[in-house]
């Protein structure tokens, strides 16, 4: 079987992807925008009813309901936490699996900046959050919340502050992202697991082999068989101590990711287009509407600017993951064969590093984890992801904006189509026969499009 043309030659990082990539990344990209947009309202509306009807919203948000005997007794907020969020890992599940099978990440060559990059982009938090905290002898146990980056969020600020970004941009941060979110996923199921269940814990892995079983070798369809099982599933994991949203990214890795012959799509692909505007629209924000409600009052943020946990999180956020990511690409670049596109200029990497320090959804999921028995840590936390999140976003706006005009003349020349047969010349580059034809058929030489 020959090699596509992505990995026959090594691409520049940065490079923009071929022309069904493109599709992709833009369909995703607006779902993403209008989820973040979604996303974004319902923390507003949190905010709003925790300081101006907090009896209200703290009796919704602590109001038990379920089955005891089961161990599924849970406050709402906790059914937002580790119910509905499941549905947010189980799309990342899918995104991770697609990308190891069929995106950059199965070409380590292509894979390497962005995984570099994300790996740097965790670690520098953590260790601001840990150079705050060990001298003023605050809680450590916090490490991890500045290590993620909300990739609604992310992708959505990318969108709507310029529409004429370049694809392999915006390619980069969405590998960047979901990379962060698996190194997010392994750091929640070894390092915040205080209890174990071996029995639950092998009931869920039976669970995940009975999925497996039925999807891949039985080939099984109907929404009704898997439904009930991954609901089982999910009981299992909550009950044997580790996080519940694991079992989500659990099973959508488990799901086949490659289109067999007739087949349109795959099934991740199908399952993913179902299921995700159900994480996006519903299951994310009404997460961050039971996570984001806490005290904005001058005399609450002041206390939480005093706090090193909070100042730990806000640096981390901030600038560790600026010179996390910006510091592991410009290393990995220098000292190895990997190359940053010509289009592109080290401010726009900079850029790129800001939007990742939107650590929404995944952080305060650890949050809540880390300070379980600390509501008032937890809270002045909670403020600080808020803050550092807005602080990076807003330094994104400002410095993606001044490069608009950049991005605008490569957006253009991306969309080049010089011999008007709708096609733009970047996509006869990628495919030399179909562009030779096509220009024998014009009746005029070969040529060379793009950027």
Request: hydrophobic share 50%; with cysteine; aromatic share 8%.
């Amino acid at each position: 079987m020959p090699l596509s043309p992505d990995r026959a030659e090594p691409r520049d990082a940065f490079s923009s992807p071929r022309a069904h990539e493109r599709r992709f990344l833009a369909d995703l990209l607006r779902m993403e925008t209008v989820g973040g947009m979604v996303l974004l309202g319902a923390a507003v509306v949190a905010l709003i009813l925790a300081n101006a009807f907090t009896g209200f919203y703290d009796t919704v948000r602590d109001f038990h309901f379920g089955i005891e005997a089961l161990g599924l007794d849970l406050s709402v907020g906790h059914w937002a936490s580790d119910g509905l969020l499941t549905i947010f890992f189980f799309v990342a599940g899918i995104e991770l699996k697609r990308e190891f099978v069929a995106g950059d990440l199965r070409d380590p060559r292509a894979a390497a900046l962005p995984v570099v990059a994300a790996i740097c982009g965790m670690l520098v938090p953590a260790l601001f959050y840990f150079a705050v905290n060990v001298p003023a002898g605050g809680q450590t146990n916090g490490w991890a919340i500045p290590m993620a980056t909300d990739i609604a969020f992310a992708l959505g600020v990318l969108a709507v502050v310029g529409t004429n970004l370049p694809s392999g941009l915006r390619a980069f941060l969405l590998t960047l992202a979901i990379v962060d979110d698996l190194g997010a996923i392994i750091v929640i199921a070894v390092f915040y697991t205080t209890s174990l269940n071996l029995w639950a814990l092998a009931g869920a892995v039976v669970g995940l082999g009975v999925f497996h079983v039925l999807h891949k070798r039985m080939e099984v369809r109907g929404w009704y068989v898997y439904v009930p099982l991954a609901v089982v599933i999910w009981a299992l994991m909550y009950n044997s101590g580790v996080h519940a949203t694991i079992a989500g990214v659990a099973m959508g890795m488990l799901l086949r990711a490659t289109a067999r012959e007739g087949e349109k799509d795959s099934p991740a692909e199908h399952i993913e287009h179902q299921v995700r505007p159900i994480s996006a629209g519903f299951a994310v924000p009404v997460f961050a509407l039971f996570a984001a409600g806490i005290s904005v009052s001058a005399s609450d943020l002041a206390e939480a600017a005093s706090q090193p946990e909070a100042i730990g999180v806000v640096l981390g956020l901030v600038a560790g993951k600026i010179i996390g990511i910006f510091g592991g690409t410009y290393l990995t670049v220098k000292f190895t064969k990997a190359r940053l596109s010509s289009d592109l200029a080290w401010a726009d990497v900079i850029g790129v590093s800001m939007l990742a320090g939107i650590g929404f959804t995944v952080s305060l999921l650890i949050t809540e984890r880390a300070f379980l028995t600390d509501v008032t840590t937890m809270e002045h936390v909670k403020a600080a992801v808020l803050i550092g999140s807005l602080i990076s976003a807003l330094a994104a706006c400002v410095l993606l904006k001044i490069r608009d005009k950049k991005y605008q003349a490569m957006w253009e020349a991306e969309n080049v189509d010089s011999d008007g047969d709708g096609i733009p010349d970047i996509d006869h580059e990628e495919d030399p026969k179909r562009a030779g034809s096509t220009t024998r058929e014009a009746g005029g030489p070969a040529s060379g499009g793009g950027h």
